[in-house]
């Protein structure tokens, strides 16, 4: 069973940084493609990045490539989220998901394609 739990979030002025974590706290994390997503004030939810069951292979979304970087650490059974020269509409709940369809890497950027998720932590940024 996999159990995801966000931390990191908080508040941040524009500029700024803040790194994510996303701990599983079962015994299967190295099974699972991660990917982060967010939802921002009345928006859809938004794919933000993936990365591989090893960490080789990473992919992002145009609106944060450059500024986010995705990582895992399978040894503590943790993903991250390192973000960068945060703006004012990186305001959202950051949520963290777990993928275990081998076919992932043709739809990372499809939450349907997620099996589990986290509870989500907000960031807001201001000015």
């Known amino acids: 069973q996999v159990q995801l739990v966000e931390s990191g979030g908080g508040l941040v002025q524009a500029g700024g940084s803040l790194r994510l974590s996303c701990t599983d706290t079962?015994?299967?994390?190295?099974?699972?493609?991660m990917g982060w997503f967010r939802r921002g004030p009345g928006q859809e939810r938004e794919f933000l990045a993936a990365?591989?069951?090893?960490?080789?292979?990473?992919y992002y979304a145009d609106s944060v490539k450059g500024r986010f970087t995705i990582s895992r650490d399978n040894a503590k059974n943790t993903v991250y989220l390192q973000m960068n020269s945060l703006k004012l509409e990186d305001t959202a709940v950051y949520y963290c998901?777990?993928?275990?369809?081998?076919?992932?890497?043709?739809?990372?950027?499809?939450?349907?394609?997620?099996?589990?998720w986290g509870q989500g932590t907000q960031v807001t940024v201001s000015s």
């Open positions: 079962g015994r299967t994390f190295s099974n699972y493609a």
């Open positions: 990365i591989s069951w090893s960490g080789g292979n990473t």
């Open positions: 998901a777990a993928a275990g369809d081998s076919s992932w890497y043709r739809t990372y950027s499809n939450a349907y394609k997620y099996d589990y």
